[in-house]
């Protein structure tokens, strides 16, 4: 459990080296707090609000959330996938980690297994531990992609669900069509099997930042027995505000049942409702969307970089992370002799997967250019090129 | 734990009828949700920051909440209480319900009993079962104080919290300095024979509303292992928001410890942290209220016509809360009957005391006095005069 700290660890540990050596010398690419600002349309909707108040707009709605609010998340979202999403299906929730917290206390039974890929999110592990659940952890292949090899024999009839982060933090990888496509027959083949649902948990937080022109390959389309969990963190870049929500497949068994669970479950679990103001703000602003090719610029030149500099990265198509290599075998050790450097990163055991090391390049591009120096020192002192 | 729902019961049949009779032919007095708007300052700062947006002030701050906010609370805690809180002793949560759920997860174990005093809340049982704990439920006198000699007898080695209630949902009653004083000593009493630490949770989300001028007996003046609970829900009218703390007591034993793991835990229970934006508009609200004056009128009426008809009813001291006397033994059989005159309230078995029912009078006074007649018409049928 010591690993999901990794992160909040070295942003600790940044903290004390801004307080000694001064915040502009040192170059914190270890947490993704996306340093670019909400889109002028989440400002133009908030003070409309302000200046025009409606009467009750703070007290409890339903625990689901606002109707208005989830019916224009099920149009945006009908409109992504295709799939005809009403407002039945959404749950407004406290965020992607709200989120997954309320699906996991609702579908879990003490011993139930979840399984996750490596690298991962470390958090989703004290998720899975919080109800009770067992996560068993799958290694992905050189592209970061699942291993289905993998997957077939570890699928039992204790396996609840398999989740999945695609666009993936840390690696940035964007599982393709074809990928799961495998995937959800593999899961049909095991559901088969053994008389189980084993629910596709799509973790989509970063959906929306995909590069290259990509097409999100969507997971709920290999899947039936499937949801959604996201937030507005990323997107619309307000992760301070916990706004998210929860998707599922119109077509999913026992769907009406689940929800029921998912609501009464955002209630008991200390959630009770979304935000009621972002409720109200994000329901105009379903189709907005941050500046993607700001981040797509900061991806390319960090990778260039990088690379140039002797760095083995797989280039991400998503989010906002790199997971290159760690030249040394410990990466902790690499990652403390960056720190030296005042270059802040998180170790890949952070992630379930040593042996690489996570760059959030989510800030500012001076910061950017500033860590170059540390890298390019470290590849020197190692030999890389 | 069917009870848990009979609030929530009576609000989603009370749509029903509302949609059928019409929204102002019905007379909802089931719920919590208070109709008083926020207070003017809350929207002046609302649209002071609407107007004026702080660069970063969406992103994620520390899992305890922002320094000056933590720090704002904590000044105004110590001017009430006359304790000296500090930031340190502040994380700011997702409501009163989410400081709950935090405090819980991070101080038992399975098995672990917490005592509660009925009529309670009835959430409490949903949130101590969530984390595995065990609640103990003991009674309470004609005046809903805690029976203190049940309490003696129930401590264990097992007991690692008792939670108060005060003003007390659904009650109203407030507990005197005396039984407080009681209360401390029994537990001082009780952790000394165990070797343990008792927990006294208090959790004071109606702590501003108080009536008939009484000052606030503070349950953290007579225990010193122990804290707050509470929200912004009642005193700044924002319940939709979930906005709240917990407050340690500046003496409790490993407080340090304590308030690493509710950091801990508001963040890998999905929480993360409360609303960043409510953060920064809480700030400056610490010593505004709304108007309890309101409140008072409120119940001073209802009391006395309630009680001019026959009815019986301990007159409540603070909250927005009545907790009567349920006229027919069967107090289920009486609220659907009260129902049946489209007068909506909740049987007292929804909070642990079958016997009695419950009226949120936090409504227009139009609803208030438009319920009369269906309460006046239960009372002749009955023969309570």
Sequence with gaps: MAEGSWIRRMFEEGAELKKRYGEENVFDLSLGNPIIEPPAEFFRELKKLAEHPQSGMH???????YAETRAAVAEQLSLETGIKFTLNEIIMTCGAAGALNVVLKTILNQGDEVIIFAPYFAEYVHYIDNHYGVARILPTDEQFAPRL??????????????MVNSPNN?????????????????????EAQYGTQILLISDEAYRKLIYDN???????????????????????????????????????????????????????LGFVNASALMQHLVRNLQSVNVSVAEYQQKRDSLYENLTGMGYSVTKPQGAFYMFPKSPLEDDVKFVRELQQLKVLTVPGQGFGTPGYFRIAYCVEDR??????????????KIGLV
């Design 59 to 65: 007290r409890y709605m339903s625990n689901a959330g």
């Design 149 to 162: 090899d993998a997957l077939e024999e570890t699928i039992n009839k204790k396996t609840r669900a398999v």
């Design 170 to 190: 840390p690696s940035g990888a964007v599982y393709s069509e074809e990928k799961l496509c495998e995937l959800g027959e593999l899961l049909r083949k095991k």
């Design 214 to 268: 990509l097409q999100y390959p969507f997971p709920l389309h290999h899947h039936t027995q499937s949801l959604i969990t996201t937030s507005h963190s990323k997107d619309l870049a307000l992760p301070g505000e916990r706004i998210g929500y929860i998707a599922i497949h119109p077509e999913c068994r026992e769907r009406e049942e689940l929800v029921n669970g998912f609501i009464h479950v955002n209630r008991t």
């Design 367 to 380: 910061a950017l250019e500033d860590s170059l120096p540390g890298f390019r020192q470290m590849a020197e």
